[in-house]
């Protein structure tokens, strides 16, 4: 509503030009159309391509799980299809959200400090450092990720290096290990942390920190009363946009792990794509959708407050 | 007061330079402990970068800060015992206004910051807004939450940077008041930046006029605004009739001078120059008008003109007068005159008693009107 009513406030105001030729009631009608219309397309969209596909997600969760490809499914409201897949894949949903929970602290303590120098401290490279962080998303997803196969393979300069150093044992190894997925979902979602967390940071007002300053804070302390707390809605957003895409994703298991890190993306992709299971495959869906919105809901409830600090 | 040694806040020599552009040009200056320091001056004139030196948020490029024996030039602000009102308020809009009073408090690890709050804001009248944010606050309410967040940590100095510049008039006067009253009750050395010559007399003890990095003149309020010590300050503080004039000689305690082909003299205590080019200032409200030269009474000097504008502004009417030279004149006349205000186009003539006149330094070549000066001797004089 709060929308319709901000949509309808601004197309209002542009509509008292008084030079237009059109009559106070058509002028009226308009302003009560005018919201509407602009929010078609896009309702349009979503409905088409999300909100029906996201129907056809949970009725396919539901099918007889005994239907196959050849011979069609039917719909026999099987609700038993989700304890039993939550029972089978229940080590691939923990591995997905502890993965994905490590790969997003990594991901603040990265992130944090770069957004913060690019928003405060690097003023006129700011915009030059920007397009570095988003540069790599102009190369694709999969080749970024075969990218660091190459760099974490046993032969590679960073194995060679820890080894020498001692951090890897002589036949230690990064590659098909839980550090190369972490790694690699860190690397690959960072800028989904760094963008919304340099959007908070740029706004920083400097003349509080002056003022924390004056006021006997030390540096350190004006950071965590008052820079920390006033970005939190930017570090709630990084956070969030980080780790939804991360839990799921399935790219970073298969090229940089083995089985025995798969996530639940992998399990998803290998029942729609190689088992064929449709219903197994949606209810996982359905099921990694839901657990983590519940997530996000706890997540937002406690940021919300100023407990979290 | 304060736990630490008190003294007088001390500047001195001290230069701050932005690339090629000094904004601080050695500025040396002693403020009493427990006075109340109005920094006067037009923006870009260098007073908030002075404030902010002995705040510590801008550093000197020369010079140094001391309060009492103690040098500070080179401590970090959070180190100082000095407190800063910015004009911003700059309230940390993430804690409500207890949090936001007691944060001095908090980060010098003091006990009792409830009592102590709750004692400063019924200081500044604001009991009860514990809770809530800033955001919901008024401008002025806000504007006392920044005072009493600076004053509860009862600091050596406190400094103002344009507090009430975002008031509207008359919640400006009031809290004019209020800031001198609480001023004079916790007794701590304010220094007021401000660009509003009214505020800065009310306020202040002490007036420092600044321009161009400079300090023009400083002194109590009064004693500037009644002798000026330069041109600029005739006119910042106040307006001023400024008469181009070259000093001629000295008779007794007076000085001699002509302007425009007219003859005048000004007390010798009264003139900042004794020789070469001056200028001849009076006062709008120290210069009366009558009909004609006749009226004016003995011992007064006059200029005859002709009345172009007049203003009606309540307690008095401000007219413009054209002398026959055609340099405009400002005059003030009370409104608790009898008879009506004078028309435009009148014939009047403008008249001042010399001890109320004063004499400021003149460049050579600087007149305040390019009109050329007739000999019409009789539009002028003194009357003996």
Redesign the interface.
Known sequence: MSVLAHVGGVVGGGSEAPQHPVTPASASRWRRLMPYLLLLPGGLWLTLFFAVPAVQLVATSLYDPNGSLATGYAMTWSWENYPKALQAYVTHFGRSFLYAGLATVLAVLLGYPLAYAIAQKAGRWKNLLLVCVVAPMFTSFLVRTLAWKTILSDNGWVVGLLRELHVLDADGRLLATPVAVVLGLTYNFLPFMVLPLYANLERLDGRLLEAASDLYATPLRAFTKVTLPLSLPGLVAGTLLFFIPAAGDYINARLLGTPNEYMIGNVIDSAFLVRLDYPQGAALSVLLMVAVLAMVFVYLRRAGTEEVL | MSNAPAGDLCLANLTKRFGSFTAVDDLSLTIPQGSFFALLGASGCGKTTTLRMV???EEPTAGQVLLGDRDITRL???QRP???V?Q?Y?????LDIFENVA??LR??GVRDVAGQVRQMLSLVQLDGFERRRPAQLSGGQQQRVALA??LI?RPQVLLLDEPLGALDLKLRRQMQIELKRIQTEVGITFVHVTHDQEEAMTMADTVAVMNAGRIEQLGAPAEIYEFPASAFVANFLGQSNLLSAEVTGKSGEDVLVEAYGARFCVPASRARCMQGSVYLGVRPEKVRLAASSDEVPGGHQWVAGVVTDSSYLGVSTQYLVRTSWGIEMSVFAPNSQAGGPLPVGADVVVHWLPEHAFLLARERGKEESPAPARDRVDTAGVVS
Do not use: C, D, K
């Open positions: 705040a510590g948020l970090r602000p959070y000095v407190n800063t910015f911003s700059a309230l940390f809009p993430h944060f001095g980060r010098r967040r600076a940590n």
